[in-house]
């Protein structure tokens, strides 16, 4: 495969003079991590951001507001390039890791915004059924912005304790937040963006809880935005580091009311006149069931630290190539601090693990790609399937 370095950079003697002393071609390496049509597309992707006036870095120190308009700006623009497609998720995975992987380079806030969007929408196609359809194209047109809401004011991981209630009452269902520490919090999108939300809540028939359940509903009015009547929504601020792009938001619920059809029902549903039907055995089952989709967005987060190390060991690598120190005995020239076994010691360490990491995430990830995949083939799935998970 073609492989060239940017004709347009200009390159720094010593690191060039380092870089032919490898024994290795570095675009075989690249190749061997990632394939070549990874390559490709991720060329491609960055040779559009880098000529389109939206990309353009802005040094200046920008308020949260402006981080978020231009972070939702270059969002739009993104899709407007179709370089994926949410659909392709059944598809074409791997294009959305190399997606994911271009952004994690450029912009932070920006990769959260797709790992947000990406997830609402695997939610609902892994744990709706055909009933969701309708949300599933809306989504991919970018007619309507989805949040993920599990964790509360006093809950997140230990997803046993999450309070927030959701009753059948005579047809229809009633969220309600029993007390501040049940409030939903941190989500990402949900500041201002959000119109639709997936809830994770206690479901209630007949004041027996049938456990953890996930409801797909409306938030917000479409021409206002203004947040329907039983909710509350709020801003969580300001953030430290590079995320201020992002309106992480907190959501309250006063005995608000919505339609059945909200549960997304792939492996439980509850019928017009409030029976219960799983194809789970007891609680435990169904819960565990229910917070599979989790495992997405963790494997997330290794694909992010697996970036993170990459992008430090590089930038410390070449940094040490043309950081000069001392003088070498009988020279006039300084050396490269990259020759002194110290510096060796404290970072050839995480380029090694920079690359076991990316080995293992992009093998992990299309694994878990594959099993939720699975979950959409069929409707009628078996509690042996959704055990896999």
Not at 358 to 375: A, L, P, Q, T
């Amino acid at each position: 495969m073609p492989c060239q370095l940017d004709s347009t950079l200009e390159i720094n003697d010593d690191l060039l003079k380092y870089r032919r002393m490898a024994k290795f071609y570095w675009c075989d390496l690249q190749e061997w991590l990632y394939s070549s049509e990874s390559i490709k597309f991720k060329d491609k992707m960055c040779e559009k951001l880098r000529t389109d006036n939206a990309f353009v870095r802005d040094w200046r120190t920008l308020t949260m507001d402006e981080s978020r308009q231009i972070c939702d700006r270059r969002w739009k623009r993104l899709l407007e390039y179709n370089f994926i497609t949410f659909n392709g998720l059944k598809t074409d995975p791997k294009r959305f890791v190399d997606f994911a992987e271009v952004l994690e380079s450029y912009d932070q806030s920006l990769a959260a915004k797709f790992y947000i969007s990406a997830i609402f929408y695997v939610t609902v196609l892994s744990m709706g059924t055909s009933r969701h359809h309708q949300i599933l194209e809306k989504c991919m047109n970018n007619e309507i912005v989805g949040c993920f809401c599990l964790t509360e004011l006093s809950h997140g991981s230990d997803t046993n304790s999450i309070r927030t209630e959701c009753h059948y009452d005579e047809g229809e269902f009633v969220m309600h937040t029993p007390d501040n520490e049940a409030i939903k919090c941190w989500a990402g999108n949900l500041g201002k963006n959000a119109t639709h939300a997936i809830i994770f809540a206690q479901l209630y028939i007949n004041h027996t809880c049938h456990g953890l359940h996930a409801f797909c509903m409306q938030i917000r009015h479409f021409k206002t935005m203004a947040s329907l009547e039983g909710i509350t929504i709020g801003d969580m601020g300001e953030k430290t580091g590079a995320w201020n792009g992002i309106d992480n938001g907190w959501i309250k619920f006063n005995k608000h009311r919505f339609p059945l059809d909200a549960l997304l029902n792939r492996s439980a549903t509850v019928h017009s006149d409030g029976t219960y039907q799983s194809i789970f055995q007891n609680v435990k089952e169904q819960q565990l069931a229910n917070l599979a989709i989790l495992s997405i967005g963790r494997a997330a987060v290794v694909g992010k630290g697996a970036a993170a190390v990459q992008l430090a060991a590089i930038i410390a690598t070449r940094y040490s190539a043309v950081r000069k120190q001392f003088h070498v005995a009988n020279h006039t020239e300084e050396r490269s601090i990259i020759e002194y076994p110290m510096q060796q010691h404290r970072f050839f360490p995480h380029i090694a693990t920079s690359v076991a990491l990316i080995i293992f995430y992009r093998k992990f990830i299309f694994i878990c790609y594959k099993h939720f995949i699975c979950c959409t083939e069929d409707e009628t799935l078996s509690h042996e399937t959704f055990a896999k998970l």
